[in-house]
């Protein structure tokens, strides 16, 4: 309840209106759960928008992974990424090998959830894409049958970088890719994805930006 | 809801949903004739002009404060566009932001009926201060070229622009016939209506390159044709709308007709210069807003000062 009002009167008119989304390829993002969408990470804003790229009742099944350390600095940050953007919270570093770290997505692909996952690990250099961490690659061999979608999303780096407060506007590019499948091969399957990010990313026009 | 308006400009709106449904009517008898087409693009420019003719004529009609603000929204969206198309400094965020912030002060002027501040605030004022928060943030490494560029930003999208609306706040009674919204539709309409007769001269009888370097598929059939077409109905409209005499309505057709031209292809050239075709999606069937507003980015501030130093 919450999170529709969050999202309907401050999340989209602030992605739609100060923002503005150039969407390519929706008819490609999964029309229902268990799916899981993959993306470039420039920017806090990069989860809200592939939030809003679904109707309003999809709110309830889409779960972003995002890193423990950093969201539960604090209990009211806590408080907000656990129940307005209902995180999954993905320990970063494991100390204790006997517990499974995958295993909040696990349970919540099982229950028809959409995950929103950010391979590169976090947010790095504005505009720069770093090289994708293989945790994707373990939970696609997990759930070889769950499509998994990548995206590439362009601008909303520019528009609110890591380490800034200040939002500048920015119209953004969300180019969506055909969803992807466990391969067999690890190497390969991280291979596959890197690739068709960038082949996403060099379907439009970007100026330079330094 | 409607007293703020003279009834000519009422009629003005309810002449282009005529043209519009018209336009509808068309397309869809040329489905039916030929099925095997596709008529796919046209028909989503047209459905894009719907939705602009109903956001501007709402906006239009609520009142002068909303629809200052409809002109607002439009430089809001195209300088956006602009500086999403452009390259742009990391260390010029903070100065993008300011930019921006011009924008809603741009227009309080307009509210204001400030004549003196609202000419000046942009080609001054910001034209000192931009730069001025760019040396603060001390990055020099392609200085020129970002001061440069943002201000050309500021005085089309912005400046030019907000031009259409300061005719909304004129003395009403030196247009009696339909006040500063009657000039904005006259305007606006002429603006648009230029584009569209151009466009349809050129694909008609089109043979004669005009600007090839630019604008490959303009021709001079084209412009002379849209060109005359605009004129005959600037002097058609004028008594309805505007204080203009049958010269002075004359003149002002020939005006917006070719400052319309010229911002057209002032626009392509910066489309041509950084490499992409439309300046954005917003209107599918059109590209971005850049490519809606283009004309008027040159007729809005001429027509004003054509009709400002005629009449007020």
Redesign the interface.
């Known amino acids: 309840m919450l999170q529709q009002l969050f999202f309907l009167i401050v999340v989209r008119p602030l992605i739609l209106i100060v923002l ?1 989304l ?1 969407v390519r390829h929706r008819e490609r993002l999964p029309a229902q759960g268990p799916a899981i969408l993959v993306s470039n990470h420039n920017s806090h804003l990069d989860t809200l928008v592939l939030m809003t790229l679904f109707p309003g009742r999809f709110l309830r099944i889409l779960r972003p992974v995002a890193a423990r350390d950093y969201f539960f600095r604090n209990r009211l940050l806590a408080w907000f990424a656990l129940n307005i953007i209902r995180i999954i919270p993905l320990e970063r570093q494991i100390a204790d090998r006997t517990q499974d770290p995958l295993a909040g997505c696990t349970n919540a692909l099982r229950n028809g959830d959409i995950l929103i996952l950010f391979p590169e690990g976090s947010r790095g250099d ?1 505009e720069e894409m770093g090289t994708f961490k293989t945790g994707i690659a373990h939970l696609a061999k997990r759930h070889p049958d769950i499509p998994i979608t990548p995206v590439f999303l362009h ?1 909303l780096g ?1 528009a609110l ?1 890591k380490g ?1 407060a ?1 939002l ?4 953004c590019d969300v180019f969506v890719g055909e969803p992807l499948r466990w391969n067999g091969n690890k190497g390969a399957f991280m291979a596959m994805l890197e690739h068709t990010v960038t082949l996403l990313a060099e379907e439009g ?1 970007r ?4 | 809801m409607y007293s703020h308006l003279h009834p000519p400009v009422l009629y003005g709106f309810g002449g282009i949903v005529g043209v519009l449904v018209f336009a509808s009517a068309v397309v869809m008898t040329l489905r039916r004739l030929h099925p095997e087409r596709s008529y796919t693009e046209l028909a989503q420019r047209i459905n894009s002009w719907w939705i602009m003719v109903g956001v501007f004529s709402i906006a239009i009609l609520l009142s002068r404060t909303t629809s200052i603000i409809f002109f607002a929204f439009v430089s ?2 195209a300088l ?2 602009y ?8 260390a010029d ?2 100065v ?2 300011w930019a ?1 912030a011009a924008i809603p002060i741009q227009y309080y002027w307009v509210h204001l009926e400030w004549y003196g501040m609202f000419i000046i605030f942009i080609p001054v004022f910001l034209f000192l201060f931009l730069p001025m928060r760019m040396v603060i943030i001390g990055e020099t490494k392609d200085f020129l070229r970002a001061a440069g560029t943002l201000h050309w930003g500021l005085m089309v999208m912005v400046f030019s622009i907000s031009h259409a609306a300061f005719f909304l706040v004129l003395a009403e009674e030196q247009n009696p016939v339909a006040g500063g919204a009657g000039l904005v539709l006259y305007l606006i309409f002429l603006t648009q209506f230029n584009d569209v007769a151009q466009y349809v001269w050129g694909k008609l009888t089109g043979r004669l390159k005009i600007i090839p370097k630019v604008s490959p598929n303009k021709t001079w059939e084209g412009f002379l044709g849209g060109l005359a077409t605009t004129t005959t109905l600037a002097a058609i409209l004028a008594p309805h709308l505007t204080p203009l005499s049958l010269p002075e309505s004359l003149c002002a057709g020939v005006l917006i007709g070719c400052s319309g031209f010229i911002g057209d292809v002032t626009i392509s050239a910066l489309k041509r210069d ?3 075709k439309d300046s ?3 209107l599918p069937g059109h590209g971005g807003i850049l490519d809606r507003i283009d004309s008027l980015t040159f007729t809005a501030p001429l027509f004003f000062h054509y009709i400002y130093y005629l009449h007020y």
């Open positions: 503005g150039n504005p601008g520019k970088p800034e200040l500048v506007p920015f119209f026009y100026p330079t930006w330094e | 809001f969206l956006k566009e500086f999403s198309l452009i390259p742009t400094r990391r965020r903070r993008l932001f921006y950084i490499g992409v954005g999606s917003l």
